[in-house]
């Protein structure tokens, strides 16, 4: 997963604000916005980046919640990664017991197969109809009777196909991403010392900031960790 993301941004290149690590990454935990960041004094030495909400000056109501700036945010996913490792065993069994029980697809399978036998019969029966009525003389209003039912029978069956075929996607999709959690964590040593952007891709959803002294780490096991 890291592999990829850094690839996208091209080998050893650097961040920039548009795909720095923490660009959608950073919550306000008062409006929702995300965090932006944004350089204060750019032309002198004390240039310095900062991140903040992004809506933070819209309109008569500001929110109240700080900037942070890089190495704040790093020292305070240090904290919450650090508590999250040190129930480590805990939360591998954990999420291997909720990636079998809350992402199973064996009965959205089972519908997907008789929804695609479903909607293959009826639209069988439609051409049926259709052959027929070029075919023979019908009383046209009960061949177009016939043939609305027919048509609304396969509509719904599509409709709930898609949803299914949706849903499974969705079910496979956040399994693969806990299983891709999970082997990262798995790997992980039981403390971290420093910031790496490994670590911050492997582990991290995103963060809410609600105050300087109350930040969560929502991890990408579902978990959040106050800093």
Known sequence: MVQREMAKRGKGKKYHSGVHAFST???????????????WHSNSKYR???????????????CQTPHLTDEEIQLHFLSAANKLLATKAAVIANGR???????????LEAEQAQLLEETQVVSDMVQQAIQENARTALNQTEYQKRYDSLVQRFDRAKTRLEEVTA????????SANMGTFLNAF????????????ESWHSMVYFATVYSIDDIRFTFKNGQEIQA
């Open 48 to 62: 310095k980046t900062i991140w903040q909400c992004n809506h933070k000056f819209d309109g008569d109501c500001r």
């Open 25 to 39: 990454k950073i919550k306000c935990g008062e409006c929702g916005s995300w965090y932006g960041s944004k350089v």
């Open 167 to 174: 849903e499974i996607q969705e079910k496979q999709t956040a």
């Open 97 to 107: 017991e909720m990636q079998a029980l809350l992402f199973d697809t064996t009965e």
């Open 186 to 197: 798995e790997q992980m040593p039981d403390a971290l010392a420093e910031f790496s952007l």
